[in-house]
């Protein structure tokens, strides 16, 4: 089938969650004889990897996208009066509804498969348009996002949580129209398949919105087991630094587990690798000889090589961490939260150890460095549940059905 594929971001190099996930999605379809025509927002530093997308898609455009503060602030008052969410406000750009437009009136579309919450905006067809003289629209959902939000009310100082909470239930309803739009939905676990369907329960729906579980997958042939030094006490840990989440996660480690790790092991040291760490992160780094803050890295392997085990430690996300399906490909012993391994079916202390306060993380850590056979089994597990569970050429496969039942429908 010829399918449009709608991207926030330029998803090579696969070196963050939501770009493993598309590129691979990507990759499979093309293996799969599909043909992509892949529409996608362009930032400067992605300019140089689109040969390399070239190559596994019929046909590549881009629509330039910047962001800034200032430009945010007036997003964020735009959405006060339309009522949507600000996140889908800041991506609604019109040169990316123009180009979908001329290429679903030029082109033979079967199916456009629009990757993440905001993307689908684009998808939809225009109001002037009946909805059977349009392909059909896939919503691929990374996360049920609302409930993202939602968390991040939590752990966001007070005088923020009016303002986020206000968001949290604008993601919510405008998701729930979204899933009761689109003539598919995919989550990646069972837990955001059912938040996804009470968001969708919030609307009035002429049919039982279709949302499918696919995985996040990973290819196992590529991420090969890493040779982690013997007697290594250095902890890695690893995201994207400007994804709130992500930061928050790994800033209540350095502050409030690894102090207790240090206490009982003082030779412990920390590796934070990460895109655009904030501030207090480089502070930390300069306070502490025992925590080194590497920015954005462009390959992995050297410091898991040099590390015993990774930490996720998550308190607020959705979706699946592919931080974890990474380590467990890498035969990387994990520590990480219930949070950490939703929609992951991975066994606590067979797979991976888990832990949510600050004293049973630190006491999960301090265990895995002194126990080198508990180090080996768990990597060895975790290398044999990818192999099972999430590989692309084991998951992928799904996506198939879903676009012949779809084109079957039109």
Not at 21 to 45: D, N, Q
Not at 199 to 210: D, L, M, V
Not at 317 to 327: D, Q
């Amino acid at each position: 089938m010829r399918v449009l594929l709608l991207t926030q971001i330029v998803p090579y190099p696969p070196d963050a969650g939501p770009k493993v996930k598309t590129w691979e999605v990507i990759r499979y379809l093309s293996a799969a004889g599909h043909e992509i025509v892949l529409a996608s927002f362009v930032r400067p530093e992605e300019e140089p990897y689109l040969d390399t997308v070239r190559q596994v898609c019929a046909q590549l455009h881009t629509v330039p996208i910047t962001r800034s503060r200032l430009a945010d602030i007036g997003y964020l008052l735009r959405s006060q009066l339309t009522g949507r969410p600000f996140l889908v406000e800041r991506d609604d750009l019109k040169a990316m509804r123009t180009l979908v437009k001329r290429i679903v009136a030029q082109e033979r579309i079967d199916i456009i498969h629009a990757d993440q919450l905001t993307m689908a905006q684009f998808a939809l067809p225009p109001t002037n348009r009946p909805a059977n003289n349009w392909p059909a629209v896939i919503l691929d959902a990374h996360n049920a996002v609302w409930t993202i939000v939602e968390r991040m009310k939590e752990m966001s100082p007070w005088f923020l949580r009016p303002l986020i909470a206000i968001e949290a239930r604008r993601v919510k309803r405008y998701e729930g129209r979204l899933i009761n739009t689109c003539d598919h939905t995919l989550a990646v676990t069972e837990i955001d398949r059912r938040a996804l369907l009470q968001a969708a329960a919030n609307g009035s729906a002429a049919r039982q919105p279709k949302i499918s579980v696919i995985p996040i997958a990973v290819d196992s042939s590529k991420l090969t087991p890493i040779q982690r030094t013997p007697g290594s006490l250095n902890i890695l840990t690893l995201g994207t630094l400007h994804y709130p989440p992500n930061a928050d996660g790994i800033r209540w480690f350095f502050n409030e587990v690894f102090p207790l790790v240090q206490q009982q092991i003082p030779a412990v040291t920390l590796t934070i690798v990460g895109k655009n760490p904030p501030q207090d992160f480089l502070q930390a780094d300069a306070q502490n000889p025992a925590i080194r803050v590497t920015g954005y890295v462009p390959e992995l392997a050297p410091y898991m090589e040099e590390a015993a085990l990774m930490v996720v430690p998550v308190r607020a996300g959705g979706g699946m961490r592919v931080r974890i399906l990474e380590a467990f490909s890498r035969a990387m012993p994990v520590v990480t939260t219930t949070i950490g391994l939703e929609g992951i079916e991975a066994q606590p202390e067979r797979d991976v150890l888990v832990e949510d306060t600050a004293p049973r993380f630190a006491g999960a850590v301090v265990r895995l460095l002194r126990d080198a056979g508990l180090q080996s089994r768990l990597a060895a597990n975790g290398r044999k549940l990818i192999e099972a569970r999430y590989d692309w050429q084991v998951v992928l496969g799904r996506i198939d059905a879903i676009y012949r039942e779809l084109a079957a429908n039109r």
